[in-house]
């Protein structure tokens, strides 16, 4: 579906660049049909030669004529390039937003008309093709523009559709925000087996392809966690001491009230 459409990305920052190179690495779009915008002459230029598509200054000159465009782009920004782009917008555009805490409603109000507008929340293991993308779509699309955001979104990850656009706030606090929580976890399983005697490249190595395999086993078992803990955890062997440790410490509680906290710290920033 998106072999002949023309994509301009607003914002080619981290995760701009990283959906411009997964949809030319994947053949998903022609280079001469990718366009992207930066706010410094010096990065539009390096953007340029490095995937050699046309870059702009300009958010206004970039988007006419395009099909999707994709404002990759800081909640804090999001007013200033609207009221750039608000007088060529037009409805045959679809404008998929990654910038959190901000609504479809929002974005369709500014504009002043029925555009199409759908919400993205990826996380950053996007980076390495290993995202988590939830879409909900704004009240003037269909599933065929869904479909296309699937497509691209897809490159760099798993995908999930939702409905119910309050619950973007629950999404960006867990899978937004998730990555945050692991790399805590990470750190301190580390310095356990630090702590024990482990080098710590090891202790690294040997902590994050156990999260990773974990995870993969959660994914592709469709088993509840619960019970592969239980496959883990032989009678009074060695995983049973270390759970007993982790739930007189609270981290099942800390991790629910964690997600909890930054559920209302994202509503708070919508409103």
């Known amino acids: 579906m998106l ?16 959906l411009l190179n997964s949809m030319i690495k994947n053949n998903l779009v022609k280079k001469e049909n990718l366009y992207g915008s930066t706010a410094q002459e010096e990065h539009a230029q390096e953007i340029n030669k490095k995937y050699g598509i046309r870059t702009y200054l300009n958010n206004q000159e970039m988007i006419l004529e395009k099909d999707i465009i ?8 999001m007013k200033k390039v609207i009221s750039e782009i608000k007088e060529v917008v037009t409805e045959k555009q679809l404008i998929i937003s990654i910038a959190a805490a901000t609504s479809t409603q929002f974005i369709e109000d500014c504009l002043g008309r029925n555009i199409l507008v759908i919400r993205a929340m990826p996380n950053t293991p996007a980076l390495i093709n290993e995202g988590m993308t939830v879409l909900c779509p704004g009240r003037y699309v269909d599933k065929r523009h869904i479909k296309m955001a699937m497509d691209i979104f897809g490159a760099v990850g798993l995908v999930e559709v939702i409905y119910r656009e309050e619950l973007m706030e629950v999404v960006t606090a867990l899978s937004g925000s998730g990555p945050a929580y692991t790399y805590i976890i990470i750190e301190s399983l580390t310095e356990g087996g630090l ?71 994202s509503k708070e920033l919508s409103r």
């Open 70 to 77: 994709i404002i990759a782009i800081k909640p804090q920004m």
């Open 195 to 265: 702590r024990m005697g482990l080098p710590r490249e090891l202790a690294q190595k040997l902590t994050a392809q156990s999260l990773l395999g974990a995870a993969k086993m959660v994914l592709e078992t469709g088993m509840h966690p619960a019970l592969l803990k239980d496959a883990v955890t032989t009678p009074a062997g060695v995983t049973v001491d270390g759970l007993m440790e982790l739930e007189d410490g609270g981290i099942r509680v800390t991790l629910i009230k964690a997600v909890s906290r930054a559920t209302e710290k």
């Open 3 to 18: 072999t002949n459409k023309k994509i301009a990305i607003i914002g080619v920052g981290k995760m701009g660049e990283t």
